[in-house]
């Protein structure tokens, strides 16, 4: 009984690969899997970061220990191509061209620094009331009531209060964290 189940297993693999020999190497299957290596296109891993900062980091929704991110600000295609190993246009644009995306994803804990200087937040040099997610690098906005939003704000929207001045609040995020504390903390 064993011999025979030996030769059952024996036949099949040899008309396996009798069946698997008659096909052209270029066609595939349904059973392939296209590798990167094998000519499948996919942005590169890298373990360095391309870039020296992001304004708009992304990270990638694939669950690995450490995270995936890429990071989406839009650069001059020379200076795209000079730094990263693939580069893509940016979604939603009816000219393909300029400017450009690095399609580059670093693999790493740190995605590195916000371009944008530290001093210079949306809502201005400090923010008591800052509201950030738990994300790393945190994206953050202040929800401080002010007389007059910061001159780089982009969305200042003015609230509702109880005084007797309008007060007005940044409604724009920043990516990093979100600066000194304008007040100074109590300590008893």
Do not use: Y
């Not at 590798?35 to 996919?42: C, E, K, R, W």
């Not at 994300?135 to 939003?149: A, G, L, M």
């Not at 704000?153 to 990093?176: A, H, I, K, N, Y």
Request: proline share 11%.
């Amino acid at each position: 009984m064993a011999a025979a189940s030996i030769l059952f297993f024996l036949l099949a693999g040899l008309a396996a690969a009798a069946h698997g020999s008659t096909e052209d190497d270029t066609t595939t299957t349904t059973n392939t899997i296209r590798l990167p290596s094998d000519g499948g296109t996919l942005a590169a891993t890298r373990r360095t970061r391309p870039w020296k900062c992001c304004d708009n980091i992304e990270q990638l929704p694939v669950r690995t220990n450490p995270p995936q991110w890429r990071c989406n600000d839009e650069l001059e295609p020379g200076q795209c191509f000079r730094q990263c190993e693939a580069c893509r246009d940016p979604p939603g644009r009816p000219f393909p061209g300029r400017p450009l995306i690095c399609d580059d994803v670093f693999w790493g804990d740190d995605p590195g620094t916000s371009c944008a200087p530290s001093s210079e937040w949306p809502w201005g040099p400090c923010c008591d009331f800052a509201i950030c997610t738990k994300s790393i690098p945190p994206i953050c906005h202040c929800s401080d009531e002010v007389e007059s939003c910061a001159a780089a704000c982009g969305q200042c929207e003015m609230v509702d209060s109880w005084s007797w001045r309008p007060l007005f609040v940044c409604r724009d995020s920043f990516t990093g964290e979100p600066g000194p504390r304008c007040t100074p903390e109590m300590h008893n």
